[in-house]
Structure formats: C-alpha cells, structure tokens
C-alpha cells in the first residue's frame, strides 16, 4: 500500500477525536510510537484519558493518511515506509515547494523576506544545538515544530491560499519530519536554512526555486541512504496483537 492519502476523514476541531488524533499524531512524530509499534485502541484510550471511538476515530484518520496501516487479524500499526513511499512523498513536497519559493521570491514583501530570513537562522541554531548532546524529545519535536512553521510560512507569503492548503493537507512536511525521526537525521550542515532562506529573500524567482529543489533533494538522499538499512523489523505483523 502506498502512503497516497485515501479519502480524507477529518474530526470537528476541538473535539476528543481530534485532541486525540494530534496526540497520537505526535507521539508518532516525537518517536514514543516507532514505527512497525502496535497499537492498541484500549491502551490509547487510557493514556489520552479519552474513551475508545475517539481512539478509533483517529486512528482511522491516520491510516487515511498514511502514517498507520492495518491488517486483518493483525491489528494495527504505526506504518513502516519503503523506499517507494519517500521517493514519492518527496517527489510530491518537490512539486508544491518549488512552485512555493517561486512565488515567495516574486510576492513577498520586504518585511516578509526579513521574516523568513530570521526563522531560517534561528532554525539552523536550533539543529545545531540538537547535534552538541543528548536532547530530549520534548526539545527536538519543539525544533521539528518550529522547522514546519518556517516551510509554512515561505508558502504563506506566497500568497497563493490554494498551494499553502495543499502542502497542509497532503502533510508534505508531516512526512519529511516523520522520515527524519525514523532515521534519526540530525545532523545537517551549519547553513542549511540561512543559505535557503537567503535564496529566497535575495533571489530571483527562478533561483529561489533552484535552492528550494536542491534544499529537498538533499535531505531525500540522506533520508534514502538510512531507510533502506531498515530491513524488517523485529517481529513485524509477527507481534501478537494487543487485547482491543
């Protein structure tokens, strides 16, 4: 099964379903549910303090998405990603963040660019103290966080309102995050944001979206070279699935 989104199924905002969906969502991302983890709807219920439809709810929301998969008599699982599935996802951020920093480069304002240029800076500190010591996950799904809010913001001021929900929904950069925790890339050069950012905010069009390919090309060969040393994980759809 590909990581292509299936119909999208969404909860009411602020509802436990999607209190709950953001939470497992999250633990997800922070690494606390690796992948090929089981997931039992009971358990959730009892660590969300939440009850179980919730649960349900929002686990049928992620298996939409692609980040859990099921299998009959087998139960469900944080979903373990091929060497197709990044290439495809990556192939998908190329398309919706290239056309991104074109539009950046052409209809930003001036105090956008000097925006975009701080949160490039301040993203590049931020990995950069990730990489001195031991960090938390806290600490680094704060850094993760914060990198996201920089992509999303190059593509608000692009201002183009269709692009920017389409990078959201299609969670472009829910994957590239996702990838990044499953082979624990930290390491990244001490300019990777600021020379992007500057591309953008100094830039022509065209350059801007040269620097934004090669900025995502980049991080797909680092990601590929650690993803296929993944093999089967112990125990897989051999684990014996949680009492529901």
């Not at 925790?181 to 065209?206: K, N, Q, W």
């Not at 070279?225 to 529901?244: C, F, M, Q, V």
Request: hydrophobic residues 40%; glycine residues 6%; contains cysteine.
């Amino acid at each position: 099964m590909s990581l292509r989104s299936k119909k999208v199924i969404s909860a009411a905002p602020g509802s436990l379903a999607e209190r709950a969906y953001l939470d497992i969502r999250g633990k997800i991302l922070r690494g606390d549910l690796p992948v090929g983890a089981a997931l039992s709807r009971r358990q959730l219920a009892t660590e969300l303090d939440v009850s179980v439809p919730p649960v349900t709810e929002a686990l049928q929301r992620l298996e939409a998405e692609g980040l859990v998969e099921s299998e009959p008599r087998a139960g469900t699982r944080v979903r373990v990603p091929t060497r197709l599935d990044v290439e495809e996802r990556y192939l998908l951020r190329e398309a919706l963040e290239v056309q991104s920093a074109r539009l950046f480069a052409e209809r930003a304002t001036g105090a956008e660019k000097k925006e975009i240029l701080a949160m490039g800076r301040k993203v590049d500190r931020r990995y950069a103290q990730c990489e001195t010591g031991d960090v938390d996950r806290e600490t680094l799904f704060a850094v993760n966080t914060y990198h996201m809010e920089l992509h999303l913001r190059i593509a608000e001021c692009a201002r183009c309102g269709l692009l920017r929900d389409a990078i959201e929904r299609e969670q472009v950069l829910v994957f590239n995050w996702l990838f990044d925790t499953v082979v624990e890339r930290r390491t990244l050069a001490a300019d990777y944001h600021t020379s992007l950012t500057e591309a953008l905010a100094t830039g022509t069009p065209d350059g801007a979206a040269s620097a934004m390919r090669r900025h995502i090309r980049r991080g797909l060969g680092q990601v590929l070279t650690k993803i296929d040393l993944l093999g089967e994980l112990p125990g897989g759809w051999r684990r014996k699935k949680s009492a529901e």
